[in-house]
Structures are given as structure tokens and as C-alpha cells.
């Protein structure tokens, strides 16, 4: 058994973050990663993190309140406000912090922090690094744990990685730690500590074509919630308008922001023929411009029927060189066109996973001494539609928040030992669990279960949803579900097993999936990401609430709580 005062499950941007406060505390952490830190997907991302630093000549007015109001607004009123105005506040000092930290920002002429414009952003305020911000904050975060880890006159901090966490310990209400299974050893361990900081991150993979790793199994979500953690908005998930048309790469909405045009198989800008995006054009809010591309996909107006153009060429080769290098190697590479020559195929795809686990503004959950922050956790910061740069500020501001949190919870003696006999009773749980799978011989391969629920999920729960398809793909989810009892695994070995570790994340895909579906049937509004043809209006009156979905007995439950209204009253979105 390894023990620590706090127990971080996650290496990305959150997950450092918050153990990089824990050790602040001086509270001794372990922090648990299925993949060493600087591959957590955090790493992939692109355009930048907003914060109202007024650095921009066109952004001299801005404010947190400002910023606060555009995430409200973009949200489609479903953000909780107060948590939203916390972020854009504290968010100010996390960025100061990571430049004080080395992070390597680009940088306006007289040497501030650069920033550019982003969808839904009433001034430009996305700090930047190229078009490799989340690479370099990630490297700038692990940088510091490295050092703090080396650092004798702090308590411990220390990172396992290649470890993948299979069950949250929960006793009499309170988290107690994890097991992990070893992916060298394939042996199972307790993390035992007084509380638990989840942050591992999205669930695209639940959908076939997304930008997300394949390390985005949505499984790290339903951990916690199978020991009674809700699941909150799960029915929100973003699609990313620029995705690469080939293999779904993103393409960062800076290559907007920059000044690129999207452009129909007509040559025109599109996005001037319709009511919400004739104003803001391409840098309305990605919901708005997802739709509006995958009308004039739908109307025969997509490049060869499939896909929009989105143009570069006009910013000329110094610009893209210069702010969207990495881009630019992503379309040569995967697409075959270099976007200073030629137009980069694009086509909207599943990108992010706007609910999660149900947490406070102090990333609290219902459960004791359990935390959570970051891409997995919904605050509720972004409600129904995530405004781009958002991201990225959230891991770090209530990831230092979590790491805060979670040491005066400790400090204050939360949690009390956790008796041995029933460590060792869930341990033989997982470890019995395992032995199953690994001795499975039925017919059906989870990776042909993971495709058609990729295939079902695009089509039923993708840009444009209703009643009859996503039914359709709800009752293809039970099939797969009965279809995984079935599975037999190729590989029977401990040592690096993978075809263990994706049968074990498939059944959290498809767990999630349900909870996505009946989320979505049961909403019957338009509202932000989730645009039902067969109810297109956003209806305040019934929807304005949040969808809690819990585990209870093997199976999920839906509920409703109220949404935080304190600031600014619902009005209908113009841009
Ligand atoms: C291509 C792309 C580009 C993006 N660009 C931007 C952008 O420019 N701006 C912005 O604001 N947002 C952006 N986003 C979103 C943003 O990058 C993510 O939401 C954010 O980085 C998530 O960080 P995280 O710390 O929550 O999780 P991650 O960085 O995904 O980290 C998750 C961690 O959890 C660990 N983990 C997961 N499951 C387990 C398990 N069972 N056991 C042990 N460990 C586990 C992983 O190993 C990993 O360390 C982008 C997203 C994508 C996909």
C-alpha cells in the first residue's frame, strides 16, 4: 500500500496544478497518471487561455466582469455565474503566475503576454503561445513538480505514472484513496489518503470523430461516479467547427482569430448568410458556426459535398509561420495542403465535454474529502456551450483552487483511517474484476464495440439531434452494453496489457454514453451545444436547470438542480 496525505489522480494541466498547490500547503501528495504527465492531453492544445489583461490595443476596456459576462453568454445562461466571475478573476493572477513560472507566452511588441481574438469574446483576450499553448503550459507545470518533487524542505511529492486508477475508495461517505493497476507489472495497489483530487480530463472518445486522444475514454469520469458521484450536463458536449477533414486534427480556432475565412464549395464566406453569425462571422461562438458549417454541408454547398474550406492564404506566409506554425504542419502532414498556398479542409467534430462530475465552485463533490477539477469536473463554467480559451484557464484556476481545498480539508483532520479489512476487501473486488476479464473467452472484440459506439454516438448525439435518432442510438448503446458481457480478450498477460485496459475504459464509454443520450432525449429544448431539430427554441421556462444523472444499483438516474441566475438575467444570444 502506498499512502500520502492527498491523492491526485491526473497529470494534466489540473491535476499539476492542484498538486503543485498541495505541496504549497506542504501536504504530502501522490499524484497517479495512466500516461506520464507531459502526454496528458492537455498537451494538444492549441489557440490559448483567456484572461481580461488588457493587453491587446482593441482589448484596453476589458474586464474579468466583461469576461465573466461573454462566458455567461456564451454558456447560453446554463453556467453557474458565480463560479464563472471566480474563474475570469482569480484567472488574471494563474496566468501571471505561469509567465513567473517560465511559461515561454508570445509576446505583443513592447514584451506583454500577446493575446487574440476568440469566438464569443467581446475583446480579444486569448493569451497565447504560437499554436502551442497547452504544450507549453503543461511542460512549464511539470517543470515545477519536477522541482518541488526534488525540493527536500517540502513534504513529498511524488508522480506515479503508468498507472492507471480503477476504483475510487469511498468509506462511509468519504473518498479514501484509489487502486491503480500498475501498467508494467499489471499488479493492482491502494493509494490510501485522507482525500482525493480527481482530474483526468475529457470523454470525446466516446464519440468516433473527435479531436480527443484515444486516451479520452470518458472512464476516468465514471469512477467516481459508480461510488457516488453525480454526473452533471453531461448531454453538452462541443463540436470543434475546425476539425481537420481527414483524420479530425484540430485546427485551432486562432487560425480564426488570426483573420481566416471559412468558405462554402462557392468560394462565398458563408457564415454573412445567416441571422446569428452575419455579425461576428467567424469569430461567432463554436456552436453557432458549427451548425451553420454542417447546414451548408447538408444544403450541397461543402467542398465536394463534405467538408468547408477554411482559408488562410490572405494572412500571407510571415503571419502563418509566425502564429500558427504548428497548424500548418498539421495540415501538410495529414491533409496534404500547406495552408500558405492552399485552403485547409475542414469539417465540425466533437471536441469537448462541456458537463462532468458534479462539484462546487471549491470543486467539492457530494462525497467527502473528494475533489475535482479540470475537464472531467463540471463547476459549471461553461454550461451549454464552452467559449474557446476557456478551457485551459479553468484547469489551472480550480485546479489551485482543488489543491487549496483538498489541504485544509486534510489540515482540519478530514478523514479518519480507513480499516484494513475493508481495504483488503475492494482490493480482492478490483483483483477478482481483472482475473474475469483477463480469463474472458466470449466471441464479441471491444474495439469493434468501441467503433460501432463511436459510429452510433456521431449520428444519434452529434450537431443536430432529435427524438427519433437519438432513441435509435440509445437502444444500440443497450445492445453494445449486453454485446460487452460477451467480450473475450486476445491477451491474457499482466505485463502491459492494453487489450485489458481499453475492455476495462469500454465500459465506461458506454456508461457515459447513456448518461449523454437520456441526458439529450430528456431535454427537450435547443440551448447552446445541443440543438434538437424537433425542439429548436431554447426554453427557459422548463430547461433552465441542470441534468444530474447518479449510479445507483448498476443503473443511471436523472435529476435536476437550479442553475446560479445571481448576475445577469437570460436574454436571447445575438452576436
Ligand atoms: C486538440 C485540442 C485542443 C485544445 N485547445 C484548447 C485551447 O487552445 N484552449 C483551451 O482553453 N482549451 C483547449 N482544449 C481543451 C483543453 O485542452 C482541455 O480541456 C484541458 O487541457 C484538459 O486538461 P485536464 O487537466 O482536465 O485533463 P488532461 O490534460 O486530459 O489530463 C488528464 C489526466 O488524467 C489522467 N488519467 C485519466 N484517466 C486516468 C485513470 N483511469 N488512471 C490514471 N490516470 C488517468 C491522464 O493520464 C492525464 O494525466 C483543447 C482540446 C483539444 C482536444
Not at 475537464?375 to 489543491?403: D, P, Q, Y
Request: charged share 25%; with cysteine.
Amino acid at each position: 500500500m502506498i499512502t500520502s496525505d492527498v491523492i491526485v489522480v491526473g497529470a494534466g494541466l489540473a491535476g499539476l496544478r492542484a498538486a503543485l498547490e498541495l505541496n504549497r500547503h506542504n501536504v504530502k501528495v501522490a499524484v497517479v497518471t495512466k500516461v506520464h504527465p507531459v502526454r496528458s492531453h492537455s498537451v494538444a492544445a492549441q489557440g490559448g487561455i483567456n484572461a481580461a489583461l488588457s493587453n491587446h490595443p482593441r482589448g484596453k476596456f476589458d474586464s474579468p466582469e466583461l469576461h465573466a459576462f461573454d462566458t455567461i453568454k456564451g454558456s447560453d445562461y446554463l453556467a453557474d455565474q458565480k463560479a464563472v466571475l471566480k474563474m475570469t478573476t482569480e484567472g488574471i493572477e494563474r496566468i501571471y503566475e505561469l509567465e513567473h513560472w517560465g511559461a515561454p507566452f508570445s509576446r505583443t511588441e513592447d514584451g506583454r503576454i500577446a493575446q487574440r481574438p476568440f469566438g464569443g469574446a467581446g475583446f480579444p483576450r486569448t493569451c497565447y503561445a504560437t499554436d502551442k499553448t497547452g504544450h507549453v503550459l503543461l511542460h512549464t507545470l511539470y517543470e515545477q513538480a519536477l522541482k518541488f518533487e526534488a525540493a527536500s524542505e517540502r513534504a513529498d511529492m511524488q508522480i506515479f505514472d503508468e498507472w492507471f486508477v480503477t476504483r475510487l475508495i469511498v468509506h462511509n461517505g468519504s473518498a479514501k484513496g484509489v487502486i491503480a493497476l500498475n501498467i508494467n507489472t499489471g499488479e493492482l495497489e491502494i493509494f490510501a489518503g485522507r482525500a482525493v483530487i480527481w482530474a483526468t480530463g475529457g470523454s470525446g472518445r466516446v464519440f468516433g470523430r473527435t479531436s480527443n486522444a484515444y486516451i479520452n475514454t470518458g472512464w476516468g469520469m465514471c469512477v467516481p461516479f459508480y461510488e457516488g458521484v453525480p454526473l452533471k450536463d453531461m448531454e453538452f458536449i462541443q463540436f470543434h467547427p475546425t476539425e481537420l477533414y481527414t483524420n479530425n486534427v484540430l485546427i485551432t480556432e486562432g487560425a480564426r482569430g488570426e483573420g481566416g475565412f471559412l468558405l462554402n464549395n462557392k468560394q462565398e464566406r458563408f457564415l454573412a448568410n445567416y441571422e446569428d453569425s452575419a455579425k461576428a462571422m467567424e469569430m461567432a461562438p463554436r456552436d453557432i458556426v458549427a451548425r451553420n458549417m454542417q447546414r451548408e454541408i447538408l444544403a450541397g454547398r461543402g467542398v465536394e459535398g463534405k467538408y468547408i474550406h477554411l482559408d488562410l492564404r490572405h494572412l500571407g506566409k510571415k503571419k502563418i509561420l509566425e502564429r500558427l506554425p504548428g497548424i500548418r504542419m498539421h495540415a501538410i502532414h495529414f491533409a496534404g495542403v500547406d495552408p500558405i498556398d492552399q485552403p485547409i479542409p475542414v469539417a465540425p467534430g466533437q471536441h469537448y465535454t462541456m458537463g462532468g462530475l458534479d462539484v462546487n465552485l471549491n470543486t467539492e463533490s457530494k462525497v467527502k474529502g473528494f475533489f475535482a477539477a479540470g475537464e472531467c469536473a463540471c463547476v459549471s463554467v461553461h454550461g451549454s456551450n464552452r467559449l474557446g480559451g476557456n478551457s485551459l484557464l479553468e484547469t489551472v484556476v480550480f485546479g489551485k483552487i482543488a489543491g487549496e481545498y483538498a489541504s485544509a480539508y486534510f489540515k482540519d483532520g478530514g478523514g479518519t483511517d480507513v480499516p484494513v479489512i475493508f481495504l483488503n476487501q475492494i482490493l480482492k473486488e478490483e483483483e477478482d474484476k481483472i482475473i474475469r476479464l483477463l480469463e474472458s473467452k466470449g466471441k464479441e472484440n471491444h474495439s469493434a464495440i468501441k467503433h460501432e459506439l463511436g459510429d452510433t454516438m456521431d449520428l444519434g448525439a452529434g450537431i443536430f439531434r432529435e427524438a427519433r435518432t437519438m432513441n435509435a442510438s440509445l437502444e444500440k448503446v443497450k445492445e453494445l452494453k449486453e454485446r460487452y458481457g460477451q467480450i473475450g480478450l486476445n491477451s491474457s498477460g499482466r505485463i502491459a496489457n492494453f487489450d485489458l485496459l481499453w475492455a476495462i475504459q469500454l465500459k465506461g464509454s458506454l456508461d457515459l454514453a447513456e448518461v449523454i443520450l437520456r441526458g439529450a432525449i430528456n431535454r427537450q429544448e435547443s440551448r447552446g451545444a445541443q440543438f434538437r431539430t424537433d425542439y429548436p427554441m431554447r426554453d427557459d421556462k422548463n430547461w433552465m436547470k441542470h441534468t444530474v444523472a447518479r449510479w445507483k444499483d448498476g443503473t443511471i438516474h436523472l435529476g435536476y438542480s437550479s442553475v446560479d441566475l445571481s448576475l445577469h438575467k437570460a436574454k436571447k444570444r445575438h452576436y
